[in-house]
């Protein structure tokens, strides 16, 4: 049989707090938007309770954040990807042009997207 968490993960604890507070938004104002209580949204964010599956999932769309499964191997790239994103790197290039955020190595060389030059 499956342990059951005793908290959320500090990572997703730490989402819904980066989240709330880029929104500007106190754990009153996040609670009130997501038809929680205010010391609930504490209780969160602090790991002393684990909300039910249709909690949290609220709660994260709340703040317009999604809920992803993917497979562990993965995470990795996700969380860089995600991480790039919050920096402003992703997506265009020094020129300010479009610009993949993974490609091959190959097709971030100088011969262009049709080949050799």
């Known amino acids: 049989m499956p342990t059951r968490l005793d908290a959320l993960p500090a990572e997703v604890r730490d989402a819904l707090r980066r989240a709330r507070k880029s929104k500007g938004w106190s754990q009153a104002e996040l609670g009130r938007r997501a038809g929680l209580p205010q010391v609930h949204i504490s209780h969160l964010e602090t790991g002393k309770v684990v909300p039910r599956f ?3 999932l609220d709660t994260i ?30 997506g265009t290039s ?24």
């Open 54 to 56: 249709d909690t949290l």
């Open 94 to 117: 020094q020129d300010g042009s479009e610009a993949a955020l993974y490609s091959l190595a190959d097709e971030a060389s100088d011969e262009g997207p049709g080949g050799s030059a």
């Open 61 to 90: 769309r709340v703040l317009d954040l999604d809920l992803v499964v993917v497979p562990r191997e993965l995470v990795p790239v996700i969380h860089a990807i995600v991480q790039d994103f919050r920096h402003g790197e992703g």
